[in-house]
């Protein structure tokens, strides 16, 4: 079973490295909430109702909060309009409607929820195989970014704490614990 650091550490090597940490602004988890049903500030009702349906299936709740009680969906939200481009917006809408299309007429969250998870998993490996298509791009960076948001929300890991600059991985627990303090 994977813990948090190796899924973090795998969910950023798939976008190069510490380049992602760097880009998301401090304050994108504040005043991210948004009601069920309702639409973000960049996402339609539907797309945020999709978006937290897959975000719960990808990490569902266990010993810890899954991704919709930890407001991933919210999140990624504001990310869109806070962090992301033009162009990675478009990729994310397509994400979206593509998965949506894959469902079939009705639309993936019509589906009984193990329909739900059984078609995110033949996405995900069609996305994940080695000789995926560029068309699965939009897919994987959507998953990247569930995955960030998740294991750096307050409900996943309530010690973490987005420290400015170079990866440290081996830190011992004391300068661990000053970082910590000095960034509260």
């Known amino acids: 079973m994977m813990n948090r650091r190796e899924a973090l550490a795998g969910a950023i090597r798939l976008v ?22 309702a639409a973000g500030r960049f996402f339609t009702g539907p797309e945020m109702a999709l978006l937290a349906e897959l975000a719960d299936i990808m990490i569902p709740p266990t010993g810890t909060p899954g991704a919709r009680a930890a407001n991933v969906h919210g999140v990624m939200d504001a990310l869109m309009l806070d962090w992301a481009s033009p162009a990675t917006q478009a990729q994310f809408r397509a994400a979206l409607a593509g998965i949506d299309r894959q469902a079939g007429a009705d639309g ?3 589906r009984p ?3 739900r998870a059984t078609l995110l998993a033949g996405i995900d ?18 998953k990247q970014l569930v995955y960030y948001a998740y294991f750096t929300s307050q409900g996943a ?7 400015p600059g170079a990866y440290h991985g081996d830190l011992s627990q004391a300068d661990y614990r000053r970082l910590v303090e000095e960034h509260r």
């Open 108 to 110: 993936f969250l019509s």
């Open 113 to 115: 929820a193990a329909g």
């Open 125 to 142: 490996h069609a996305a994940f195989a080695a000789d995926a298509l560029p068309a699965t791009q939009p897919y994987r960076r959507l």
């Open 16 to 37: 190069g490295g510490s380049l992602l940490l760097a880009a998301v602004p401090a304050g994108a988890y504040d005043g991210t909430q948004v009601p069920d049903g």
């Open 157 to 163: 890991d309530p010690d973490y704490v987005a420290v």
